[in-house]
């Protein structure tokens, strides 16, 4: 069916909700919680100060019914070994069991005159009821885990200030069956809610499917006027350079108006921007709501926003207001405001779209974001910890996969802050919605393709969320779903209706892997492959131009997995079988944490079979960092003639899994962050291990001369083997070949393996880009590496300021290489691993004769105590120093 105008304009004013409002705070402490089953009383009892609480229990919220009953110690951590099993499921217990009352009391006096007071629900999973004060809130169930609520309680607050919230929250239904398949039997799909929560190859099921109020419940108190959903677009035309004065950019701002009154208001629209002020008089009869577009401003030489590694991101306050009659502020928002424009076009040589911002063609280096915790426990300082990660992995931006969530504006905030880009799925997947045969789901292929039950609550939904999250700057593209568009009316909505009217300035994506993306001639897909790879397919194999989904292996290393895994299975896979078809004996906790071992043995075996578990997860590492650096290499290595883009599967796990992450979910970094960093370095030196060249890619718009290209080869000894020098120059947004080294690598290489040395100086003989590779003997086999010295490598850690420590690594030029060294910043106490820590570099490996130093960043301990720093190595015995003030 066709999506009319009129019904968009409908949904447009009535999804409302405040961005930074003037006059508002949040209800985040002191909920109390009962079964449904337990509470035997109605919604408008409850909801009444006098009822008693007594037999309450405390309540999460933001949160769900299982964060609740964990913060309760009603069940054990579902993240620890096999804990999840312990924990009863929906499908098995009914809906029933997990429906829970949550309850609020709050103090909030009744306003006098022409004040106002709302109450918003930024997300309930999946439907409920809202009480008052003995008043129901809403004249219908609320269904949809991502449509916004707002009530104006004005007339329902208590005289006397002593106010009662009472929300009864229903689970999804159905809740779908966990059988195992990629949203278990698909079914979770009916509703207009996450599909991961039953269970996906990555993460086992979540048990209440996320019941709760898991977002944010805020009061706000306006005047007569409520001034919402602000709009801002900034154009910024012709191709721009981050450096040097900026031609102008015009900014263009809307907002709603609503006059819940009896009266008309007359009044003036207003907002500041870099001093500026713009305003226009407006009128607003009683009871309406009006959509205001004010005059566009030009923005004389303007800060511009720029993605990760091309440059800055400047980003500007602009303030918002509606005056009563010109003189009282009724209400106001802030809204964080980047200048920039995303522009796209299609490169007839790879056949894919290219993106470009401020008029720049950008290459991109993106990864697939699943949800920062799979049981909805946001916190902005853990946003800002996994997005600065994102950054520190040389990445520009991240994709926010079709079976989770329209991510908060606290994501947004933190990429905006460090510039990556976002292309945002809607609710969608392949695997739920039909796109394939699948006789783990319970409908056929055809009733799938229809899902969700409720067109209409996607369609409103995703224009409430679209107004959410569309004034960040880091926000990139749209994209209708994961693998699969939405059904017809569905995608109709959103490419003809609700996108070019509430945004109008972002790519829309048909769907992930849409030919319009990134035409498919190799046939499958679309994206992948998604297992361990020779290191020679990232550079040699052309796959897909613009890879939505290309990804690797990525275990975390001992410290990590002694957190969530027993010690009594913390046992390393055994390899067996012969040597051209070896499988694999796993441990029963690894699989349940869906570790995947496909083709690992292959790249583990070259090192020597493991001896133990934290054999196995050094070896690991070793693989990581080589598969990752790879990976980027090699898409960098044929930017603009085989690709415009790729985008990693993935770099972050929401639990406790074992594939597809940079950093655990304890946000502890493994090797596969800092291959990533080194391979996606914007100026970096590397290695064609297919042809034997040296290459260098130049990631920026500016031209790179007067640099020096070093080239050298150690034996495992140390011995130093100068294999080239040059003087090099590149263009702006190229990879280019210099210097072939096949013949000498290849006899060197030959009996024991060799390292392999490629930097970059500057003419003051600093260091640019350093790149360090350790290759095999002619058996593919790391024969060397088994037998190697041990080095003992000197150390030093100095705090340089609150929150920073500097540590110096010194090799003596009579050791040997001190190779693939782990730093890691603990408690001087009990030796753990301080959380979240954003180092300069790890996996370190230093040359005779060489210092390097690394910096480590991270929040300081309330008492002023210092942390100490240890190091191990793959030939470094384990050392702990201290730090020096």
Same mark, same amino acid.
């Given at each position: 069916?066709?999506?009319?105008?009129?019904?968009?304009?409908?949904?447009?004013?009535?999804? !409302?909700?405040?961005?930074?409002?003037?006059?508002?705070?949040?209800?985040?402490?002191?909920?109390?919680?009962?079964?449904?089953?337990?509470?035997?009383?109605?919604?408008?009892?409850?909801? #009444?100060?006098?009822?008693?609480?007594?037999?309450?229990?405390?309540?999460?919220?933001?949160?769900?019914?299982?964060?609740?009953?964990?913060?309760?110690?009603?069940?054990?951590?579902?993240?620890? =070994?096999?804990?999840?099993?312990?924990?009863?499921?929906?499908?098995?217990?009914?809906?029933?069991?997990?429906?829970?009352?949550?309850?609020?009391?709050?103090?909030?006096?009744?306003?006098?005159?022409?004040?106002?007071?709302?109450?918003?629900?930024? =997300?309930?999973?999946?439907?409920?009821?809202?009480?008052?004060?003995?008043?129901?809130?809403?004249?219908?169930?609320?269904?949809?885990?991502?449509?916004? +609520?707002?009530?104006?309680?004005?007339?329902?607050?208590?005289?006397?200030?002593?106010?009662?919230?009472?929300?009864?929250?229903?689970?999804?239904?159905?809740?779908?069956?966990?059988?195992? *398949?990629?949203?278990?039997?698909?079914?979770?799909? @009916?509703?207009?809610?996450?599909?991961?929560?039953?269970?996906?190859?990555?993460?086992?099921?979540?048990?209440?499917?996320?019941?709760?109020?898991?977002?944010?419940?805020?009061?706000?108190?306006?005047?007569?006027?409520?001034?919402?959903?602000?709009?801002?677009?900034?154009?910024?035309?012709?191709?721009?350079?981050?450096?040097?004065?900026?031609?102008?950019?015009?900014?263009?701002?809307? &907002?709603?108006?609503?006059?819940?009154?009896?009266?008309?208001?007359?009044?003036?629209?207003?907002?500041?921007?870099?001093?500026?002020?713009?305003?226009?008089?407006?009128?607003?009869?009683? %009871?309406?709501?009006?959509?205001?577009?004010?005059?566009?401003?030009?923005? #004389?030489?303007?800060?511009?926003?720029?993605?990760? *590694?091309?440059?800055?991101?400047?980003?500007?306050?602009?303030?918002?207001?509606?005056?009563?009659?010109? @003189?009282?502020?009724?209400?106001?928002?802030?809204?964080?405001?980047?200048?920039?424009?995303?522009?796209?076009?299609?490169?007839?040589?790879? #056949?894919?779209?290219?993106?470009?911002?401020?008029?720049?063609?950008?290459?991109?280096?993106?990864?697939?974001?699943?949800?920062?915790?799979?049981?909805?426990?946001?916190?902005?300082?853990?946003?800002?910890?996994?997005?600065?990660?994102?950054?520190?992995?040389?990445?520009?931006?991240?994709?926010?996969?079709?079976?989770?969530?329209?991510?908060?504006?606290?994501?947004?905030?933190?990429?905006?802050?460090?510039?990556?880009?976002?292309?945002?799925? $809607?609710?969608?997947?392949?695997?739920?919605?039909?796109?394939?045969?699948?006789?783990?789901?319970?409908?056929?292929?055809?009733?799938?393709?229809?899902?969700?039950?409720?067109?209409?609550? $996607?369609?409103?939904?995703?224009?409430?969320?679209?107004?959410?999250? %569309?004034?960040?700057?880091?926000? &990139?593209?749209?994209?209708?779903?994961?693998?699969?568009?939405?059904?017809?009316?569905?995608?109709?909505?959103?490419?003809?209706?609700?996108?070019?009217?509430?945004?109008?300035?972002?790519? $829309?994506?048909?769907?992930?892997?849409?030919?319009?993306?990134?035409?498919?001639?190799?046939?499958?897909? *679309?994206?992948?492959?998604?297992?361990?790879?020779?290191?020679? @397919?990232?550079?040699?194999?052309?796959?897909?131009?613009?890879?939505?989904?290309? *990804?690797?292996?990525? !275990?975390?290393?001992?410290?990590?997995?002694?957190?969530?895994?027993?010690?009594?299975?913390?046992?390393?896979?055994?390899?067996?079988? &012969? /040597?051209?078809?070896?499988?694999? @004996?796993?441990?029963?906790?690894?699989?349940?944490?869906?570790?995947?071992?496909?083709?690992?043995?292959?790249?583990?075996?070259?090192?020597?079979?493991?001896?133990?578990?934290?054999?196995?997860?050094?070896?690991?590492?070793?693989?990581?960092? /080589?598969?990752?650096?790879?990976?980027?290499?090699?898409?960098?290595?044929?930017?603009?003639?085989?690709?415009?883009?790729?985008?990693?599967?993935?770099?972050?796990?929401?639990?406790?899994?074992?594939?597809?992450?940079?950093? /655990?979910?304890?946000?502890?970094?493994?090797?596969?962050?800092?291959?990533? %960093?080194?391979?996606?370095?914007?100026?970096?030196?590397?290695?064609?291990?297919?042809?034997?060249?040296?290459?260098?890619?130049?990631?920026?718009?500016?031209?790179?001369?007067?640099?020096?290209?070093?080239?050298?080869?150690?034996?495992?000894?140390?011995?130093?083997?100068?294999?080239?020098?040059?003087?090099?120059?590149?263009?702006?947004?190229?990879?280019?070949?210099?210097?072939?080294?096949?013949?000498?690598?290849?006899?060197?290489?030959? /009996?024991?393996?060799?390292?392999?040395?490629?930097?970059?100086?500057?003419?003051?003989?600093?260091?640019?880009?350093?790149?360090?590779?350790?290759?095999?003997?002619?058996?593919?086999?790391?024969?060397?590496?088994?037998?190697?010295?041990?080095?003992?490598?000197?150390?030093? &850690?100095?705090?340089?300021?609150?929150?920073?420590?500097?540590?110096?690594?010194?090799?003596?030029?009579?050791?040997?290489?001190? $190779?693939?060294?782990?730093?890691?910043?603990?408690?001087?106490?009990?030796? +753990?691993?301080?959380?979240?820590?954003?180092?300069?570099?790890?996996?370190?490996?230093?040359?005779?004769?060489?210092?390097?130093?690394?910096?480590?960043?991270?929040?300081?301990?309330?008492?002023?105590?210092?942390?100490?720093?240890?190091?191990?190595?793959?030939?470094?015995?384990?050392?702990?120093?201290?730090?020096?003030?």
């Amino acid at each position: 069916m066709k999506f009319k105008l009129a019904v968009l304009l409908a949904i447009l004013l009535a999804t !409302v909700s405040p961005l930074a409002a003037q006059n508002s705070y949040e209800l985040n402490t002191g909920w109390k919680c009962l079964p449904m089953a337990k509470a035997n009383a109605t919604g408008q009892t409850i909801s #009444q100060p006098t009822h008693n609480l007594a037999d309450w229990q405390p309540a999460v919220v933001p949160g769900t019914v299982l964060t609740t009953q964990l913060e309760n110690k009603e069940i054990p951590d579902p993240f620890y =070994g096999m804990n999840n099993k312990r924990i009863p499921d929906i499908y098995e217990t009914g809906r029933d069991y997990y429906t829970y009352w949550f309850v609020k009391d709050f103090q909030e006096t009744a306003p006098s005159g022409d004040e106002q007071v709302w109450l918003h629900l930024r =997300g309930v999973n999946y439907s409920c009821e809202v009480f008052l004060n003995g008043q129901k809130l809403n004249d219908k169930t609320h269904y949809g885990m991502f449509l916004r +609520q707002t009530y104006n309680v004005t007339p329902h607050l208590a005289k006397n200030g002593a106010n009662r919230l009472a929300v009864i929250v229903y689970p999804p239904d159905p809740v779908g069956k966990p059988n195992g *398949g990629q949203a278990g039997d698909g079914t979770i799909a @009916k509703n207009v809610s996450h599909q991961y929560v039953a269970g996906w190859d990555w993460i086992q099921p979540i048990r209440d499917r996320n019941t709760g109020i898991w977002d944010k419940v805020t009061i706000e108190k306006t005047k007569q006027v409520n001034l919402k959903n602000p709009h801002v677009i900034t154009v910024v035309p012709g191709v721009r350079k981050p450096d040097g004065a900026q031609q102008p950019a015009t900014i263009k701002v809307s &907002a709603e108006l609503e006059n819940p009154t009896s009266k008309s208001v007359i009044g003036t629209l207003q907002y500041t921007l870099d001093g500026q002020t713009v305003s226009q008089k407006v009128s607003l009869p009683a %009871r309406s709501t009006q959509q205001i577009s004010l005059k566009d401003l030009t923005l #004389q030489n303007p800060k511009l926003w720029w993605p990760s *590694g091309y440059g800055p991101q400047n980003l500007y306050q602009l303030k918002l207001q509606f005056l009563v009659k010109g @003189k009282t502020v009724s209400d106001e928002e802030t809204v964080q405001v980047g200048v920039r424009e995303i522009q796209t076009e299609w490169n007839d040589r790879t #056949q894919s779209k290219q993106v470009k911002v401020n008029g720049q063609k950008v290459f991109i280096k993106g990864g697939n974001w699943i949800i920062s915790d799979a049981m909805l426990r946001f916190t902005d300082a853990r946003y800002d910890a996994e997005i600065r990660y994102h950054r520190d992995m040389n990445l520009n931006l991240i994709r926010i996969w079709g079976g989770a969530l329209v991510e908060r504006p606290e994501f947004y905030q933190a990429c905006d802050k460090y510039g990556l880009l976002v292309i945002q799925d $809607f609710w969608m997947s392949g695997d739920a919605n039909g796109r394939w045969i699948d006789p783990l789901k319970l409908e056929d292929q055809w009733t799938r393709r229809q899902y969700p039950d409720d067109h209409q609550l $996607f369609i409103k939904s995703a224009a409430d969320q679209v107004k959410m999250v %569309r004034n960040y700057a880091s926000l &990139a593209m749209w994209c209708g779903g994961n693998e699969i568009t939405p059904p017809k009316d569905i995608l109709t909505a959103l490419e003809d209706s609700i996108l070019p009217s509430l945004d109008g300035t972002r790519w $829309f994506i048909p769907y992930s892997n849409s030919d319009s993306m990134s035409y498919n001639s190799l046939g499958g897909n *679309g994206d992948g492959p998604y297992t361990i790879q020779p290191i020679s @397919k990232f550079w040699a194999f052309k796959t897909y131009p613009f890879n939505s989904e290309v *990804g690797s292996v990525g !275990v975390g290393d001992y410290e990590s997995l002694v957190r969530f895994i027993p010690k009594e299975n913390l046992v390393a896979p055994q390899f067996l079988g &012969a /040597d051209k078809k070896p499988s694999e @004996k796993v441990d029963s906790v690894w699989e349940y944490h869906t570790y995947t071992g496909v083709g690992y043995e292959h790249h583990i075996l070259p090192y020597g079979a493991p001896k133990d578990v934290k054999d196995f997860a050094t070896k690991a590492q070793l693989v990581n960092y /080589d598969q990752y650096r790879a990976l980027m290499e090699g898409f960098s290595s044929h930017m603009w003639d085989w690709y415009t883009g790729t985008i990693i599967w993935k770099t972050q796990n929401p639990w406790t899994a074992m594939r597809g992450q940079m950093y /655990d979910y304890y946000l502890d970094p493994n090797a596969c962050l800092y291959g990533l %960093r080194n391979g996606g370095e914007p100026l970096h030196v590397m290695y064609d291990p297919v042809d034997s060249m040296v290459m260098m890619v130049n990631n920026t718009f500016e031209m790179k001369r007067d640099m020096m290209l070093v080239i050298n080869a150690y034996d495992m000894a140390g011995k130093k083997t100068p294999m080239g020098q040059v003087i090099s120059e590149i263009n702006p947004s190229m990879a280019k070949k210099y210097v072939p080294v096949n013949a000498a690598i290849k006899k060197l290489a030959q /009996d024991k393996g060799m390292f392999l040395s490629l930097q970059l100086l500057d003419l003051n003989k600093q260091v640019i880009s350093d790149n360090f590779y350790w290759l095999p003997d002619a058996k593919g086999e790391y024969s060397g590496l088994k037998e190697m010295p041990k080095a003992t490598i000197q150390l030093e &850690a100095q705090q340089t300021a609150k929150g920073k420590i500097e540590v110096t690594l010194t090799n003596p030029a009579t050791n040997t290489v001190a $190779f693939f060294n782990r730093l890691a910043l603990v408690d001087a106490k009990t030796q +753990q691993r301080l959380l979240p820590v954003f180092y300069s570099d790890n996996y370190i490996s230093v040359v005779p004769g060489e210092k390097k130093t690394i910096t480590m960043e991270y929040t300081p301990a309330a008492d002023g105590s210092l942390p100490a720093v240890t190091i191990e190595g793959w030939n470094v015995a384990k050392q702990v120093i201290s730090t020096k003030q």
